[in-house]
Nanobody, 127 residues
Framework: QVQLEESGGGLVQAGDSLRLSCAAS????????MGWFRQAPGKERELVAA????????TYVDSVKGRFTISRNNAKNMIYLQMNSLKPEDTAVYYC????????????????????WGQGTQVTVSS
């Protein structure tokens, strides 16, 4: 059974940092781009950051550039999202996702391309 399991969410104050982790099990994703999406109440799910299979290429939504960093460890089948200088507008459920296609550029990861989703972890940033 393939699973993506997120951890590291929580309640923090504006300006604080959090590190999200996603552990993949059931198969390797070393040939798949992976990413983090988020969904705030009343809003559509959006891509926050994506990383290609080698880790050499990354993509970020404009609102998190310079604050968030995505990384991966293929040997451990893990991806991470380091979130610094958090803002109240970062409040959302964050989902780990794996591209259902192989060897694609991180910039092409959309919701429609996701083959596997995690269950989500809540991040709440208070002002």
């Amino acid at each position: 059974q393939v699973q993506l399991e997120e951890s590291g969410g929580g309640l923090v104050q504006a300006g604080d940092s959090l590190r999200l982790s996603c552990a993949a099990s059931g198969r390797t994703f070393s040939h798949n781009a992976m990413g983090w999406f988020r969904q705030a109440p009343g809003k559509e799910r959006e891509l926050v950051a994506a990383i290609d299979s080698t880790g050499a290429g990354t993509t970020y939504v404009d609102s998190v550039k310079g604050r968030f960093t995505i990384s991966r460890n293929n040997a451990k089948n893990m991806i991470y999202l380091q979130m610094n200088s958090l803002k109240p507008e970062d409040t959302a459920v964050y989902y780990c996702a794996a591209d259902g296609r192989l060897f694609r550029n991180s910039a092409t990861l959309t919701s429609a391309a996701v083959g596997y989703w995690g269950q989500g972890t809540q991040v709440t940033v208070s002002s």
